[in-house]
Nanobody
Framework: QVRLVESGGGLVQAGGSLRLSCAAS????????MGWYRQAPGKQRELVAS???????NYADSVKGRFTISRDNAKNIVYLQMNSLKPEDTAVYYC??????????WGQGTQVTVSS
């Protein structure tokens, strides 16, 4: 089992910044990719960014150039630095971790609200 705990969400004005953190515990040696997803009201959950253990990253087109994902493998923490936030970034952000077997784990989610 892998447990994920997110922190860092909140309310920010458009143009502002937030940094999300996700701490993994449990069978962390079995984790492959980690990432962040988000789900806005009435919309499907979508990938925001992901990162492999070696550092390879992947971003949604909508956040490229504004968001940066990073990972501390020693501490089993993944971060999402969000700059130049827009109202359309408002959503619940979920941390995810993929087990080597392909099984996904999810955090409880953290709300990010960007006011215009």
């Amino acid at each position: 089992q892998v447990r994920l705990v997110e922190s860092g969400g909140g309310l920010v004005q458009a143009g502002g910044s937030l940094r999300l953190s996700c701490a993994a515990s449990g069978l962390t040696f079995s984790i492959d990719a980690m990432g962040w997803y988000r789900q806005a009201p009435g919309k499907q959950r979508e990938l925001v960014a992901s990162i492999r253990p070696g550092g390879t990253t992947n971003y949604a087109d909508s956040v490229k150039g504004r968001f940066t994902i990073s990972r501390d493998n020693a501490k089993n923490i993944v971060y999402l630095q969000m700059n130049s936030l827009k109202p359309e970034d408002t959503a619940v952000y979920y941390c995810s971790a993929v087990h080597n077997s392909g099984l996904p784990y999810w955090g409880q989610g953290t709300q990010v609200t960007v006011s215009s």
